[in-house]
């Protein structure tokens, strides 16, 4: 007779059923919990009823005896969206598995992604948590695989696929979604033609767990069944070849971006040939024009000044890059400026995007490969980024991936012991400021009323929050962090300085050497202090006086809790 096997759902259960699913029953303990009351700080101000666990579950215990962690992702609260708490609660747990991994306890972190990437009611709170989450995965990476599971309902949008990309694993369901801008997004900053938002086929064709799987962005296709998702996370942990991640894999990608045509309209099963193709493809060397409009921006503009008479060694228009020296001090200097004749036309006005992240990628791995043997150059990210690129073609061919690249590679730049600086002269806009800029070791902004930073272009914000632009204007006065500006940028304590009395627009000789006073200092800065990882943003004078408390405090808490 045959016996009918009951299966449970994983999709349907709720962050906390899912985390309590993954680990051993009789090892479960959870950190922040309801009983704590971790509440954002930030949404009630805003007419907007908190949660107790502010839609973050984190537990600790063992999976098949093995310690481990979980984080799962509740996407039933604000859409998954990450906040300053809910940041800090992943942010945090990943940096004390990263403390017991470097102690010899090899824990193994498992994330469950069900989320839309940044709460917009709290957007920079977000972005700087993102960063830190991305920062602690590189990290992680060296002693133990880290596993993302996306199981469904929301599937992981904006800054948060970038995360899932930095992991070593990805285990999705056919009805997940992985994609860095959402399809309403796309439509909104691209238009309909470009990407229909309900057009459910186009979405799970270019984004689902089927396609992202086939195409080489997830490892593996499972069925929605809690325990076969629990014995293929233990296969992952147990499995020596999975501590690296396909950031490292630039080849094959860009292979298959040369493979493409970008001005015609591929296809999902286009896409899933050539991904086939470009395994064994060669890598073809193209000869680009560098003839450039020097008016095209404040990227460019400072990135020539800075340069000064050093020779470029960029391989495409759009990424600007070139070594040079500050005094004694070599450094190496990218930036990401407009191209009007790019291949990917969503990519043309100084976006990041497919082509643009991979470069970044490339250069900044160049110089660690460089520099094993010898004085670690300092890498200067020239900061001026409207967005990523918002396209079909992006998402179809993994721009998440892409910038995870960038950010791995920035990351893994800080580790080696190179000093990374952030220098923003213009805008520092959403997943382009993630990939570009963020994961540096200082961040350096001119005061000046050109230089914006933030998760979204304000129109698409008023959309996805459902809010008129004069009520994002009024929200922004009571939560410092959904501002544009760089002043309130600055009180969210992750700048090293905000410099007064520079040009913006068109600077001359006497604004190139303030600038470089300033980048010397913050090397010497990075130099002095030894630490390798993004905690100078939690020590400064404005993070510990509020502009980071429940980051700060949502730490405090964790470690407390961890034993």
Known sequence: MSRTV??????????????HSILDTHSYKELLGPQDNMESPHLEPQGIVPQSDDGVIVAKGTINEHPAVVISIEGNFQGGGIGEVSGAKIAGTLELALKECESGIKTIPVLVFDTGGVRLQEANYGVLSIAEIGAAIVALRRHVPVIAVIPGKIGTFGGMSITAGLCSKIIMTRGARLGLNGPEVIEQEAGIREFDSKDKQLIWGTIGGEQ????????VLIADDADAIKEEIF??????????????????YDALLNLVEPEERLSADEVRLLWAQSENAAIEEKTTSLNRDNSAGRGQTWFDLLRGEFLEIGDIPSVRVADGMIGEKKVRFIAVVPDNQNRFPRARKGEVGLLEAWSIAKH???AIKADQNSEKRAIVAIVDVPSQAYGYHEELLGIHQACAAAVDAYASARLEGHPVISFIPGNAISGAFLSHGMQANRLIALRDEGVNVHVMSKQSAARITQRTMEELEIAAKKVPAMAYDVESFEKLGALFSLVDGVEANSPEKKDRNIIYKEIDRAIDDVLTDHTRDLSSRLNSAYAKSGGRAASILVREKLKEQWN
């Open 6 to 19: 009951l299966k449970t759902s994983f999709v349907e259960l709720s962050g906390r059923e899912r985390a």
């Open 212 to 219: 992202r799987t086939v195409t080489g962005f997830a490892d």
């Open 235 to 252: 296969s992952m942990m147990t499995d020596d070849a999975v501590y690296s991640s396909r950031t490292l894999q630039g080849d094959r």
């Open 364 to 366: 900044v791995r160049e």
